[in-house]
């Protein structure tokens, strides 16, 4: 299996979802980021945060040379891609592969990614650097893949659709919230900026 330390175990980065809410058996996790990529609420979710019928919308990662040749309202982004990576121990790597090959199903690619831990983050024992993490991520040739979104359009969207694993807005509150714990640089405004115009929709819808 790809990707693997020399003695086994496998580090997986999370960029979304799976910041706040990690994958199990992980020994170790640490904050910090990747780079030459931009977070995107581009891709559709047809099993967690909406359904086939309905669905909702959750984070991706583009290359960054790629999106810079869109046309992309929030025309800005980090130069680094911050979430958490996670050590999964080897007797536990098969299990969580599975469970991940799930739970990111609905129209993601694994890739490989150079993590690099925060500058802040201690730890008991020595750390590669980078890291080699495993990443999923919704590639724009994927059925799933939207393309650049109006972000007012794009909020009201996210308010207004839920799945079976919750409101696509949680999802969204919860990615704003976890990103902006990780570090003092890490907060994303694409995602900062849905989060404002998502809960003034709610705010306005409960007049």
Known sequence: MSGLTDGGDLWLFGYGSLIWKPPPHYDLRVPGYIEGYVRRFWQASEDHRGTPEAPGRVVTLLDRDFWEKLVDEHS?????????????????????????????????????????????????????QPIHCLVYIGLPDNPQFMGPQDPQLLAEHIVAHKG????????????????????????????????????????KRAR
């Open 76 to 128: 800005e982004a980090p130069e680094l891609t911050w979430g958490a990576a996670y050590r999964i121990p080897a007797p536990r790597v098969e299990e969580v592969r599975e469970y991940l090959d799930i739970r990111e199903i609905n129209g993601y690619s694994m890739l490989y990614v150079p993590f690099h831990p925060a500058p802040s983050f201690e730890s008991k024992e020595e750390l590669p």
């Open 164 to 203: 079976p694993s919750g409101e696509n807005k949680d999802y969204l509150y919860s990615l704003d919230k976890a990103l902006e714990q990780l570090s003092d640089e890490s907060r994303d405004e694409h995602v900062h900026d849905l989060a404002r115009r998502c809960r003034k929709i709610e705010v």
